[in-house]
């Protein structure tokens, strides 16, 4: 179907209209390559209105050594499909024409001039014959390719068209190199019209785009579509062939997969077209490709080797062929473009383009990673500043967040580079520092190699610090080893001074944090802690470094009074700049800290601080950063926002997951202990199980988090073991403190719930003085509260409100709410209790609290609860919620059978499917629930 070519064929048409009457016509259809100038001759019958008779021919580069081979075609495509009788009327006075359908004497360039004109003369005759009966419709395609004796007859024609009844149409391609032969330019300069097709129109692209994809194409994907071809049939076509044969509809959000393609058939099909090319316009076309958008005007011709008129007549010669998307601006018109010229090119002449480039940026003083870009295109490099201008350009991809990249250059320097010794020691030291935030085997590989180039033990101790720190995971066995030969060959830190002492304090960090799973490391890293004095040194961020893992270890182990870990933590914090590398520093067991310890005040004042400068900076919020913000709110009780950075951070991917680490694992397992949402429980699990990173905060979190799950089923007694496997965990490497690590308050819930009061009660005893050597406000006043709830009478209330009156000045206002609740319910009907109750109510509604969900105590204070954190109603069908408003009055399933007009056993079944649904036992829980209250106080 042409689209958009009403005015061509209006007038070839005209032409034959013309040429009925005796008045003849040369027509020449032109443009660039794609234009459709084939594709409208091969039509142009179509549109004639008339009986006509169509020669045609195709003329190609490889026939053009057949002498008229391209007239041979004409004439055989008529005398083919003519009537037999016709057929011999017109060649019976041929003459030398006949000579041109033998298989041989026909006249060559050798031959006499008379004998090639009287073969030219008797041709002209044939075709006056022939054109005496209907009009004639010559169709010759390429005429650039022709032989030249077939050129000769056409020139010889374009001047004697009078008296036929002919209309001729050739095209020629814009740019080709042949056009420009003398008998191609006079057959065109003998023309009387010349047609040259536009291109195609957002509405034509759109018509393309409904016809192959069988569908209306949306807005987006058109204008991106018309775009990237510029109009041009063919390059629309390829792009369209392209993206249907690839399963793409033609939808908005496929437009910048339109936009990305770069077809092969279309690649390959330029490229053959630009080795016709002279050799300014290949060069032209190679510098272009080469320097890509890094190529200015000046540069590229410098580049090419082309003086200023020579870079005029080359770009003219590539804008005519269709290839820049504007006369006069080396750029192209699509990326394929760029494919076609690098794919004509050899292996050697890569090597010299991208070499000369190099160069050339080099010398006018470009940005280093554009000079890198092109020595990394290249197999090597001889050029003696090639791994300076390398390691500076890794340099700027570290700066600007592609350590990646950075990675690719170094490695290239390393081969460029005949450094040895310290020098080469540098160079991998910056590679292993690159790498170590995507590759951590790399990056430790390079260290080792780096080390004994090293002539120092301060040196070495420094590039062993290389090693990606490990704060959020868990170090390998051969890095770790690694560190501590460093350390043991630097020294004890406190008998160094200056640079060395700063490294081996960092060197010990790193080695007491890798073993913070070894309960007897854990309790000498609190000795250390205690021994540094009341005002531990926190000037330089070595000292800083020691500090929080001391004080990390000193909360995994509640081995010091929570309020001196918070203490110590703002100071650090105070002289930590907002701006720190987060992943690559100690500040996110900072915030494990404040959790632990119950003071979130001054973390939040510094996540604020940060926010801001994040904005100003417009840099991306990372996994590491929603998790830090989650266990934040969670601290807080504030359940919806907590939930929301999870959420977030879940659309980031898992590299990202991967470098935030335990802190990441915390923030989950944290969230969905707290939400207790079934689906959103599995969510993370499953996650976990993806990414889940070694460790024990990953593991023994992970498997109390299965425990919970397990409770959300109704599973109890296979919930109270798991949750007792991971207590059993963290209890045997040291860590002790249950803010976070919650496993006893679900433990104690969990014997609650199956019946075991005297259990239930010793663990309540344990947390409750574990909780207060600890000392953190939420543990103590969970502690009083758990113990308080398996205790009757004036005890129990007395201990609920000890509990309550603690957490007044715990930030976590859920644990309160909580409390409040538990209280209230023990005070009775009174006001009092009101009171209290209200003020839970309040609370509870700010802190997303799912009060109507909770039913048991598994966690000690109320069971998880229903799946999705709804109100049980919503989880049931109207019949099935009628049933149970009526049980809820005391009905029975008989009374309830009447009160429905259904059969009983109908009733029980609706009741079979709400207690599993809301997973309660037996109608006295499922009543319990569904009031609201607790069934161990009903």
Same mark, same amino acid.
């Given at each position: 179907?042409?689209?958009?070519?009403?005015?061509?064929?209006?007038? *070839?048409?005209?032409?034959?209209?013309?040429?009925?009457?005796?008045?003849?016509?040369?027509?020449?259809?032109?443009?660039?390559?794609? @234009?459709?100038?084939?594709?409208?001759?091969?039509?142009?019958?179509?549109?004639?209105?008339?009986?006509?008779?169509?020669?045609?021919?195709?003329?190609?580069?490889?026939?053009?050594?057949?002498?008229?081979?391209?007239?041979?075609?004409?004439?055989?495509?008529?005398?083919?499909?003519?009537? =037999?009788?016709?057929?011999?009327?017109?060649?019976?006075?041929?003459?030398?024409?006949?000579? *041109?359908?033998?298989?041989?004497?026909?006249?060559? &360039?050798?031959?006499?001039?008379?004998?090639?004109?009287? *073969?030219?003369?008797?041709?002209?005759?044939?075709?006056?014959?022939?054109?005496?009966?209907?009009?004639?419709?010559?169709?010759?395609?390429?005429?650039?390719?022709?032989?030249?004796?077939?050129?000769?007859?056409? #020139?010889?024609?374009?001047?004697?068209?009078?008296?036929?009844?002919?209309?001729?149409?050739? /095209?020629?391609?814009?740019?080709?190199?042949?056009?420009?032969?003398?008998?191609?330019?006079?057959?065109?300069?003998?023309?009387?019209?010349?047609?040259?097709?536009?291109?195609?129109?957002?509405?034509?692209?759109?018509?393309?785009?409904?016809?192959?994809?069988?569908?209306?194409? &949306?807005? &987006?994907?058109?204008?991106?579509?018309?775009?990237?071809?510029?109009?041009?049939?063919?390059?629309?076509?390829?792009?369209?062939?392209?993206?249907?044969?690839?399963?793409?509809?033609?939808?908005?959000?496929?437009?910048?997969?339109?936009?990305?393609?770069?077809?092969?058939?279309?690649?390959?099909?330029?490229?053959?077209?630009?080795?016709?090319?002279?050799?300014?316009?290949?060069?032209? =076309?190679?510098?272009?490709? /080469?320097?890509?958008?890094?190529?200015?005007?000046?540069?590229?011709?410098?580049?090419?080797?082309?003086?200023?008129?020579?870079?005029?007549?080359?770009?003219?010669?590539?804008?005519?062929?269709?290839?820049?998307?504007?006369?006069?601006?080396?750029?192209?018109?699509?990326?394929?473009?760029?494919?076609?010229?690098?794919?004509?090119?050899?292996?050697?002449?890569?090597?010299?383009?991208?070499?000369?480039?190099?160069?050339?940026?080099?010398?006018?003083?470009?940005?280093?990673?554009?000079?890198? =870009?092109?020595?990394?295109?290249?197999?090597?490099?001889?050029?003696?500043?090639?791994?300076?201008?390398?390691?500076?350009?890794?340099?700027?991809?570290?700066?600007?967040?592609?350590?990646?990249? #950075?990675?690719?250059?170094?490695?290239?320097?390393?081969?460029?580079?005949?450094?040895?010794?310290?020098?080469?020691?540098?160079?991998?030291?910056?590679?292993?520092?690159?790498?170590?935030?995507?590759?951590?085997?790399?990056?430790?590989?390079?260290?080792?190699?780096? @080390?004994?180039?090293?002539? /120092?033990?301060?040196?070495?101790?420094?590039?062993?610090?290389?090693?990606?720190?490990?704060?959020?995971?868990?170090?390998?066995?051969?890095?770790?080893?690694?560190?501590?030969?460093?350390?043991?060959?630097?020294?004890?830190?406190?008998?160094?001074?200056?640079?060395?002492?700063?490294?081996?304090?960092?060197?010990?960090?790193?080695?007491?944090?890798?073993?913070?799973?070894?309960?007897?490391?854990?309790?000498?890293?609190?000795?250390?802690?205690?021994?540094?004095?009341?005002?531990?040194?926190?000037?330089?961020?070595?000292?800083?470094?020691? +500090?929080?893992?001391?004080?990390?270890?000193?909360?995994?182990?509640?081995?010091?009074?929570?309020?001196?870990?918070?203490?110590?933590?703002?100071?650090?914090?105070?002289?930590?700049?907002?701006?720190?590398?987060?992943?690559?520093?100690?500040?996110?067991?900072?915030?494990?800290?404040?959790?632990?310890?119950?003071?979130?005040?001054?973390?939040?004042?510094?996540?604020?601080?940060?926010?801001?400068?994040?904005?100003?900076?417009?840099?991306?919020?990372?996994?590491?950063?929603?998790?830090?913000?989650?266990?934040?709110?969670?601290?807080?009780?504030?359940?919806?926002?907590?939930?929301? $950075?999870?959420?977030?951070?879940?659309?980031?991917?898992?590299?990202?997951?991967?470098?935030?680490?335990?802190?990441?694992?915390?923030?989950?397992?944290?969230?969905?202990?707290?939400?207790?949402?079934?689906?959103?429980?599995?969510?993370?699990?499953?996650?976990?199980?993806?990414?889940?990173?070694?460790?024990?905060?990953? /593991?023994?979190?992970?498997?109390?988090?299965?425990?919970?799950?397990?409770?959300?089923?109704? $599973?109890?007694?296979? #919930?109270?073991?798991?949750?007792?496997?991971?207590?059993?965990?963290?209890?045997?490497?040291?860590? $002790?403190?249950?803010?976070?690590?919650?496993?006893?308050?679900?433990?104690?819930?969990?014997?609650?719930?199956?019946?075991?009061?005297?259990?239930?009660?010793?663990?309540?005893?344990?947390?409750?003085?574990?909780?207060?050597?600890?000392?953190?406000?939420?543990?103590?006043?969970?502690?009083?509260?758990?113990?308080?709830?398996?205790?009757?009478?004036?005890?129990?209330?007395?201990?609920?409100?000890?509990?309550?009156?603690?957490?007044?000045?715990?930030?976590?206002? +859920?644990?309160?709410?909580?409390?409040?609740?538990?209280?209230?319910?023990?005070?009775?009907?009174?006001?009092?209790?009101?009171?209290?109750?209200?003020?839970?109510?309040?609370?509870?509604?700010?802190?997303?609290?799912?009060?109507?969900?909770?039913?048991? =105590?598994?966690?000690?204070?109320?069971?998880?609860?229903?799946?999705?954190?709804?109100?049980?109603?919503? +989880?049931?069908?109207?019949?099935?919620?009628?049933?149970?408003?009526?049980?809820?009055?005391?009905?029975?399933?008989?009374?309830?059978?009447?009160?429905?007009?259904?059969?009983?056993?109908?009733?029980?079944?609706?009741?079979?499917?709400?207690?599993?649904?809301?997973?309660?036992?037996?109608?006295?829980?499922?009543?319990?629930?569904?009031?609201?209250?607790?069934?161990?106080?009903?």
């Amino acid at each position: 179907m042409l689209l958009e070519r009403v005015s061509e064929t209006a007038q *070839v048409a005209e032409a034959l209209r013309d040429a009925a009457a005796g008045r003849s016509a040369q027509i020449l259809l032109t443009g660039p390559l794609g @234009i459709g100038r084939s594709a409208l001759l091969q039509e142009l019958p179509g549109y004639a209105g008339q009986e006509v008779y169509v020669l045609r021919a195709g003329a190609a580069p490889m026939e053009q050594d057949f002498a008229f081979g391209v007239v041979r075609q004409l004439f055989d495509s008529l005398l083919a499909v003519a009537p =037999a009788e016709d057929r011999e009327r017109w060649l019976r006075d041929a003459g030398s024409a006949r000579l *041109v359908f033998a298989d041989d004497a026909l006249p060559d &360039e050798e031959s006499p001039d008379c004998a090639c004109e009287a *073969v030219l003369h008797d041709l002209r005759s044939l075709l006056a014959r022939v054109s005496a009966d209907a009009p004639l419709l010559i169709l010759l395609d390429d005429l650039h390719w022709a032989d030249t004796s077939s050129l000769r007859w056409l #020139a010889y024609l374009g001047k004697r068209l009078n008296g036929l009844r002919v209309v001729l149409v050739c /095209t020629v391609r814009d740019g080709d190199p042949r056009a420009q032969d003398p008998l191609v330019r006079e057959v065109v300069d003998s023309s009387t019209l010349v047609l040259r097709p536009q291109p195609l129109s957002p509405a034509a692209v759109r018509t393309m785009v409904r016809l192959k994809f069988g569908e209306p194409g &949306e807005e &987006e994907f058109v204008r991106a579509c018309h775009e990237i071809s510029a109009g041009n049939p063919v390059f629309l076509l390829a792009v369209l062939v392209g993206l249907a044969v690839g399963g793409h509809r033609p939808t908005a959000d496929r437009a910048q997969a339109a936009r990305s393609l770069r077809p092969r058939q279309l690649r390959e099909r330029l490229a053959n077209s630009l080795r016709a090319q002279s050799t300014p316009v290949r060069d032209l =076309a190679a510098a272009i490709a /080469t320097l890509g958008e890094h190529g200015d005007p000046v540069l590229i011709a410098r580049l090419a080797g082309l003086d200023e008129i020579g870079t005029e007549q080359a770009l003219r010669g590539l804008h005519q062929l269709g290839l820049l998307a504007d006369a006069g601006e080396p750029r192209f018109v699509h990326r394929v473009v760029q494919d076609a010229v690098e794919s004509s090119m050899t292996v050697a002449q890569r090597q010299y383009w991208h070499e000369s480039a190099a160069t050339r940026l080099y010398q006018a003083g470009r940005p280093a990673e554009q000079v890198a =870009a092109q020595l990394m295109a290249v197999a090597t490099s001889s050029m003696p500043w090639s791994a300076a201008v390398l390691r500076t350009a890794a340099d700027t991809a570290v700066r600007r967040g592609a350590p990646d990249v #950075a990675a690719r250059y170094l490695r290239r320097a390393l081969l460029d580079s005949s450094e040895q010794g310290e020098d080469r020691a540098r160079l991998l030291i910056d590679l292993a520092t690159a790498e170590r935030s995507f590759d951590t085997s790399a990056c430790e590989r390079h260290i080792s190699q780096a @080390i004994p180039l090293l002539s /120092t033990a301060r040196d070495r101790a420094a590039a062993a610090l290389r090693i990606f720190p490990g704060f959020l995971g868990t170090l390998p066995p051969s890095a770790v080893d690694l560190l501590r030969r460093a350390a043991e060959e630097l020294g004890c830190p406190d008998q160094l001074r200056g640079s060395a002492r700063d490294v081996g304090l960092r060197l010990e960090a790193r080695l007491r944090h890798s073993a913070r799973e070894d309960a007897a490391e854990l309790a000498d890293a609190v000795e250390r802690l205690r021994r540094l004095g009341e005002e531990p040194a926190v000037c330089s961020g070595a000292e800083r470094e020691l +500090l929080a893992v001391l004080l990390n270890a000193a909360t995994l182990s509640a081995g010091v009074p929570a309020a001196e870990v918070a203490r110590h933590a703002n100071r650090i914090l105070e002289r930590e700049p907002a701006t720190s590398a987060r992943s690559r520093s100690v500040l996110p067991l900072l915030a494990l800290g404040f959790l632990g310890a119950d003071s979130l005040r001054t973390l939040c004042s510094w996540h604020a601080t940060e926010e801001q400068t994040r904005r100003h900076s417009g840099a991306a919020v990372d996994a590491l950063v929603h998790a830090e913000r989650a266990l934040v709110f969670v601290g807080l009780g504030r359940l919806a926002p907590a939930r929301e $950075h999870v959420e977030s951070a879940f659309d980031l991917g898992p590299a990202d997951w991967q470098e935030a680490g335990d802190i990441a694992t915390a923030a989950l397992c944290a969230v969905a202990l707290e939400v207790r949402d079934p689906m959103f429980t599995e969510r993370v699990l499953c996650h976990l199980g993806r990414h889940q990173p070694a460790g024990l905060i990953s /593991t023994g979190l992970r498997r109390l988090l299965e425990g919970a799950a397990q409770a959300q089923r109704g $599973h109890w007694s296979d #919930a109270l073991d798991t949750v007792l496997a991971g207590g059993r965990t963290f209890e045997a490497a040291g860590w $002790h403190n249950s803010l976070l690590f919650p496993w006893r308050p679900w433990a104690i819930g969990l014997y609650r719930r199956l019946g075991d009061t005297r259990s239930a009660l010793v663990l309540a005893e344990e947390e409750h003085g574990r909780a207060t050597a600890w000392g953190a406000p939420a543990a103590v006043g969970r502690a009083l509260r758990l113990h308080g709830a398996l205790l009757s009478g004036e005890p129990g209330t007395a201990l609920l409100r000890e509990a309550v009156e603690v957490l007044r000045g715990s930030a976590n206002e +859920l644990e309160l709410a909580r409390t409040l609740r538990a209280l209230g319910r023990r005070l009775g009907d009174g006001g009092q209790a009101q009171a209290v109750l209200r003020e839970a109510a309040v609370l509870a509604r700010a802190c997303a609290a799912p009060w109507r969900t909770e039913r048991g =105590a598994p966690a000690g204070e109320e069971a998880p609860g229903a799946p999705g954190g709804a109100a049980p109603e919503a +989880l049931l069908t109207p019949t099935e919620s009628r049933v149970a408003a009526l049980v809820t009055r005391g009905l029975t399933n008989q009374e309830i059978a009447g009160e429905l007009g259904v059969s009983s056993r109908a009733v029980e079944k609706h009741l079979t499917n709400s207690y599993r649904k809301l997973g309660t036992p037996g109608r006295r829980e499922f009543v319990a629930l569904w009031k609201g209250s607790d069934p161990a106080v009903v």
